[in-house]
C-alpha cells in the first residue's frame, strides 16, 4: 500500500473542484466590482463561472448583465478565459 501526500489530495480535490488561481481572482474581482451581492460563485472550470442565488431578481440581473460582467471579469484578468456565466437559484 503505497500513500499519497496530503499537498496532493487538496490539489486534486481543488481542480475538481474548479478552485485554482483563477477562481479566487475571479471571485475577488466579482466582489469587488460586479455589485451583485446577492450571487455567490459556487465554482469555475473550463472558461464557466457557476453562481447561484436565492432571488430570481439577481439571477435575471445577471443574465441581462452576462456580457458586461464577462468582459469586465476578462479585463481583469488579462486574456479571455471567462466564456459563460451560469447561475442557478437555490
Do not use: P
Amino acid at each position: 500500500m503505497s500513500w499519497t501526500r496530503s499537498k496532493e489530495i487538496i490539489s486534486l480535490l481543488k481542480n475538481r473542484l474548479g478552485l485554482n488561481e483563477d477562481f479566487f481572482a475571479v471571485r475577488k474581482i466579482w466582489e469587488k466590482e460586479i455589485g451583485i451581492d446577492s450571487i455567490e460563485i459556487s465554482g469555475y472550470k473550463s472558461g464557466t463561472i457557476f453562481a447561484q442565488t436565492e432571488s430570481s431578481a439577481a439571477s435575471f440581473e445577471l443574465t441581462v448583465r452576462k456580457e458586461e460582467i464577462i468582459k469586465k471579469l476578462n479585463q481583469y484578468i488579462g486574456n479571455s478565459k471567462i466564456k459563460n456565466i451560469k447561475v442557478k437559484i437555490k
